[in-house]
C-alpha cells in the first residue's frame, strides 16, 4: 500500500545476485514510496530458480537498497523502471 500524499523515490539498487550467478552484477532501477516496498517489488521479481538456489536473497536485496541512492520523483508508477543484469 503507497501513501497518497509521500513523494516516491527513484532508488538506484546494485543487483543483489552474487558471484558466479550474476558474473558482472548490475543494477535496478525501482520507483517506490518507502525502503519496504521497494524490497517487495525487487523480491517479487525473483524468479523460483533463484528463490530455491539463494535462500537468503530477501536479506540481500533489504542490504543492497540499505545502499541505494535515492532521489525524489514527481508522480510516477511505482516498480522497477530500468534494469541492467547480467
Known sequence: ??????????????HWLPF?????GGVQCVV????????????????EYYRKDIPNYRERIANEIKK?????????????VYEFLT
Open 1 to 14: 500500500m503507497t501513501n497518497t500524499n509521500a513523494i516516491p523515490n527513484l532508488y538506484i539498487v546494485d
Open 32 to 47: 517506490a514510496y518507502s525502503d519496504a516496498e521497494c524490497e517487495r517489488i525487487l523480491a517479487d521479481s525473483v524468479d
Open 68 to 80: 541505494a541512492k535515492r532521489f525524489p520523483v514527481d508522480a510516477a508508477d511505482v516498480g522497477i
Open 20 to 24: 558466479p550467478s550474476s558474473e558482472y
